[in-house]
């Protein structure tokens, strides 16, 4: 077992039954439903496309799935893009400690709810978390892995004692400025300091994703808002520092393409969903970097297993990952 592991482990978990969220689509203003379900022992997060051309469309919400960062995290396959907007409920399922989901989606992009990740957080409370049978394996971070891009950086280093964002906006818009928030991750900390925290941009930003096109279902209802000078929205914020929360349940949900949860910290400097998928592909990118941790006794259960059945190897830890040492 690793000598420096210091988490307990636990059990994998899904979802004890099926809940539904609608709202609208952050880019597009249409309406959309999202089902979160239970899924089996070490499948992970799956989005299914429902409707289309009469068939679905599954795809795996990992790293390699993504095909674009640009305002938001997309996922697709070979065909093209079959889910935007992914990070929110991502987080969420991670935040909360839920290993393996369905996420049945009826439209292109996850429904903005209210900019935040608190009606996700809702339905699974709804659905129940259900115990597997199956141990929880981890993904740990050997050695720090660096990304650079223009004044943004990010890196993942490792922290064997869970999970730790440290996340640092820094915004012209002087309303927002300088913000920073350090999280180590567990469902308790979660709910009660992130999950709620929304969205955020600055009015010409705004204006100008209209006029591109996007944005078409941003509001006050779903966005806090800033002009040059001033909050917009009436209610005000959920918290002083919500911009750098927000960004910390950003982390969450794009870090939660790793597959399974990580054992590491993760620092960003004005960073973003582009830069929080390039620290990650780099980390998968290295094979030294990492490697799939679990329980002695899972480990050699999984050998005995595979030379039971022929089949020594590649099911210890994902296709992408090293063997465990």
């Known amino acids: 077992m690793v000598g420096s592991f210091r988490m307990k482990f636990s059990r994998q978990t899904t979802l004890g039954s099926q809940a539904t969220v609608t709202g609208v689509g952050v880019h597009s203003g249409l309406p959309v439903s999202v089902t979160l379900g239970p899924a089996p022992v070490d499948a992970g997060f799956i989005f299914v496309r429902t409707g289309l051309d009469g068939c679905d469309r599954a795809v795996q919400a990992t790293s390699e799935s993504v095909i674009s960062t640009e305002f938001a995290t997309v996922l697709g396959d070979r065909q093209g893009p079959l889910v935007s907007t992914a990070e929110h409920v991502l987080a969420a399922l991670r935040g909360m400690g839920v290993d393996n989901a369905t996420i049945e989606i009826d439209g292109p992009e996850v429904p903005i709810m209210d900019g935040s990740a608190s009606a996700f957080v809702a339905a699974i409370d709804q659905a129940g978390i259900l115990t597997q049978s199956a141990w929880r394996r981890f993904i740990e971070v050997l050695k720090p892995v660096q990304v650079a891009?223009?004044?943004?950086?990010?890196?993942?280093?490792?922290?064997?004692?869970?999970?730790?964002?440290?996340?640092?906006?820094?915004?012209?818009?002087?309303?927002?400025?300088?913000?920073?928030?350090?999280?180590?991750?567990?469902?308790?900390?979660?709910?009660?300091?992130?999950?709620?925290?929304?969205?955020?941009?600055?009015?010409?930003?705004?204006?100008?994703?209209?006029?591109?096109?996007?944005?078409?279902?941003?509001?006050?209802?779903?966005?806090?808002?800033?002009?040059?000078?001033?909050?917009?929205?009436?209610?005000?914020?959920?918290?002083?520092?919500?911009?750098?929360?927000?960004?910390?349940?950003?982390?969450?949900?794009?870090?939660?393409?790793?597959?399974?949860?990580?054992?590491?910290?993760?620092?960003?400097?004005?960073?973003?969903?582009?830069?929080?998928?390039?620290?990650?592909?780099?980390?998968?990118?290295?094979?030294?970097?990492?490697?799939?941790?679990?329980?002695?006794?899972?480990?050699?259960?999984?050998?005995?297993?595979?030379?039971?059945?022929?089949?020594?190897?590649?099911?210890?830890?994902?296709?992408?990952?090293?063997?465990?040492?």
């Open 149 to 325: 891009m223009g004044d943004s950086f990010g890196e993942l280093r490792p922290y064997a004692a869970g999970f730790r964002a440290e996340i640092e906006i820094d915004f012209a818009n002087p309303v927002i400025g300088r913000q920073s928030y350090v999280l180590d991750l567990s469902p308790e900390r979660f709910r009660r300091e992130i999950c709620r925290a929304r969205t955020f941009g600055c009015m010409n930003d705004v204006a100008r994703l209209w006029s591109a096109g996007f944005a078409l279902g941003a509001s006050f209802e779903n966005s806090v808002v800033f002009d040059d000078t001033r909050l917009l929205n009436t209610e005000g914020l959920r918290y002083s520092d919500e911009c750098a929360r927000h960004k910390v349940l950003d982390v969450i949900g794009d870090l939660a393409l790793s597959g399974l949860p990580l054992l590491g910290a993760y620092r960003s400097v004005r960073g973003g969903h582009k830069l929080n998928h390039a620290v990650l592909t780099a980390l998968m990118a290295d094979r030294s970097a990492w490697r799939v941790v679990e329980p002695e006794t899972a480990r050699r259960s999984r050998v005995q297993a595979e030379v039971g059945s022929g089949m020594v190897g590649g099911l210890i830890a994902p296709a992408y990952s090293p063997d465990v040492s």
